[in-house]
């Protein structure tokens, strides 16, 4: 099983590259189900969730070919309308062909979801929608199955009990072959909704409002194929500028959008970092130190909960407390016991966490990846600890991150990928 080794005390200078968003390119290749014919992507990373996405839509008979960043997807209609077990399973977006399936064709028959174990995401947020706009729905022997029993969805006033991403995502998807107009209530704001809603667009669907909690769509009869280019990833851009804090360098992040990582920025520069930015670049500048700031994970805009994880590692290193509370999943602290491990003073209460900083003091050992984001965290924690970090279960970050270990490499860390 692959492993990441990395040697501490080396500090991070130059320029990386963003690749595409995962959470935006994952509803986006499920949105080619609602239109049959030549779907053509641009920016889309390669990673283990995007090949797991690629698998489901094979066995939904579509067919997929790649080209470097550049994807097509030819779309037809499928010979059933099942997402197995054994493919939904290693993937918890994959729940967002429901939508899809069921307004395009009718019916589905979707596995309950996997993925990372970090808590409860409850799939009614998803489903309770679909049965106010006629679909009818049940849960039987681990599927979820759907039925239309009419021709087309119906547009309805949908308030989302819980602000939830790809409860959204799935519905604009449905309700954009809808008959009538949806109005989606306490939606999700992420730069990934708009995303989604700008291929939509492409399509020929009628939506206003993405980007706000209140999102109208106009169903249509039907959407074509089209052209689109995902947005970057802003999870990895701000991973990449932890990096170059927690290692006291000069990493200038390209190809991003700033703004879409402001709570971060500003979280940075209140700690007391030095940081810069354009139109699609942002730069931590060398030597510039920070202090224990507090943080709490909320929806888009604030601090998101993807970040959580790398920003405590950050803490680790930064004089004085911190206090990170997590109030997105209830069981996203599973890196703190692996940072513990690494030397870190770390007391957890439930879903708060208090950090005490002690620049310099980690050491490295042997630890294990358990989520995606709790590997990023480990990775970043081991660029600073003394001696060897050997990270185990990386297949986790395989999941969201591109080839991360040969841009910190290009960075100058001193990590490799071993067997």
Known sequence: ??????????????????????????????????????????????????????????????????????????????????????????????????????????????????????????????????????????????????????????????????????????????????????????????????????????????????GSNVITIEGVESLKPAEHTIVPDRIEAGTLLIAGAITGGQVRVENCVPADIQALIDKLQESGFTITSGENWVEIAAGSAGHGVDIHTIPHPGFPTDLQAQFMALMTQCEGASVITESIFENRFMHVQELMRLGADISLNARVAVVRGHPGKLEGAEVMATDLRASASLVLAGLVANGDTKINRVYHLDRGYEKLEEKLAGLGAIIERRK
């Open 1 to 210: 099983m692959e492993y990441i080794v990395v040697k501490g005390g080396t500090k991070l200078y130059g320029e990386v590259n963003t690749s595409g968003a995962k959470n935006a390119a994952l509803p986006i290749l499920f949105a080619a189900l609602l239109a049959e014919g030549e779907h053509h992507f641009h920016n889309v990373p390669l990673l283990r969730d995007i090949t797991s996405t690629e698998r489901l839509l094979h066995h939904l008979n579509c067919q997929t070919t790649r080209e470097g960043t550049n994807l097509c997807i030819r779309t037809s209609p499928p010979k059933d309308y099942t997402a197995p077990y054994e493919l939904v399973s290693q993937m918890r977006a994959s729940i967002l062909c429901l939508g899809p399936l069921l307004a395009k064709y009718g019916e589905a028959r979707v596995s309950l979801p996997g993925g990372c174990a970090i808590g409860s995401r409850p799939i009614n947020l998803h489903i309770e929608p679909l049965k106010l706009m006629g679909a009818e729905i049940a849960i039987e022997k681990g599927y979820v199955i759907a039925h239309l029993p009419a021709k087309r969805l119906s547009g309805a006033h949908i308030l989302f009990e819980n602000t939830t991403v790809g409860g959204t995502e799935n519905i604009m998807m449905a309700a954009s072959l809808a008959e009538g107009t949806t109005v989606l209530e306490n939606a999700a704001r992420e730069p990934e909704i708009v995303d989604l809603a700008a291929y939509l667009k492409k399509m020929g669907a009628h939506i206003e409002g993405e």
